[in-house]
């Protein structure tokens, strides 16, 4: 009946279907970009968002999602911050026969049946595109390892800590650089997490830059923010970031765009944050009983410094 409250009705045109979610914080331009992108979709979709934010601790969300499990919640979707430790919670939402949307990032489940679709981004694919990259520029430059020996040494700014992100960034880049035929020109110094915020980017970069000074030609920052933190600190050092140290990025924020016109990095592999739409539609396809597909990532570019200012004035984020 239409006055019915009973969760089966949702969806089928006759009640709001609200829908929780679970957000990590918002560590970065990015995730700015993400949350935004979800509020204004869920909002075009005409689905009531039920909205939180962890600030960046897992505890947080699980709590989050308990109490979206006990507010009776139509569907529940969240970014993971890090990858395991999920197992319990989502046992307790597929009892309470709430589906369950897994967004950006990834999770380690002993059963994949806890969620009905995952919707996120191919972080080793921008690892991998972020090593190749670079191994391509520092040939097409004809660039020499600036302490006079026969490796260029990079170092790199990991994202959160167990993140799949960061895993697979790692990963991703590790692989390629294994599988380059330039394999041996290459060594990682060092490698540190930086949390995926413009701040411990900067202070990681300034360690980095008193322990291995005019070693260093290469930085790999698993994201912009992290690279945008950087800069200031090579350039506190009195080096030329872009120049003296090659720098790559994952993400393509309106930021790096902006660096990139100033010559102050060089490329940055997009990782697309705009899964609002994709999430509402799957949303209403599930709670309709269609079928929707297990995993999807969205689509992602790279882009070179010498596009970024004919690219900046179209960037959505
Ligand atoms: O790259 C970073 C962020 O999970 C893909 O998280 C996302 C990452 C993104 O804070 O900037």
Redesign the pocket.
Known sequence: SNTSSDKSSAGKGDKQIVMGFSQ?GA?????TA?TKDIKQAAQDAGIKLIFSDAQQKQENQIKAIRSFIAQGVDIIAF?PIVETGWDTVLKEAKDAKIPVIIV??DVKLNDDSLYVAKI??D?VTEGQNAFKWIDEYMKKQNKKPRDGGDKFNIVVLE??VG?S?AVRRSQGFTEAMKASPDASKYEILASQTGE?TRQKGQEVMESFLKSYGDKIDILFA????MALGAIQAIEAAGLKPGKDITIIS??G?KGIFQAMIEGKSNCTVE?N?LQGKLLMETAKKILKGEKVEKNVFVKEGVFPADTAKDTLPSRKY
């Open positions: 990590i560590e970065s331009e990015w995730r993400h970014t950006d990032r996120g981004t972080s994202g959160t993140s992100v995926f698993q994201n912009d923010d994952i993400d924020v990782c944050p």
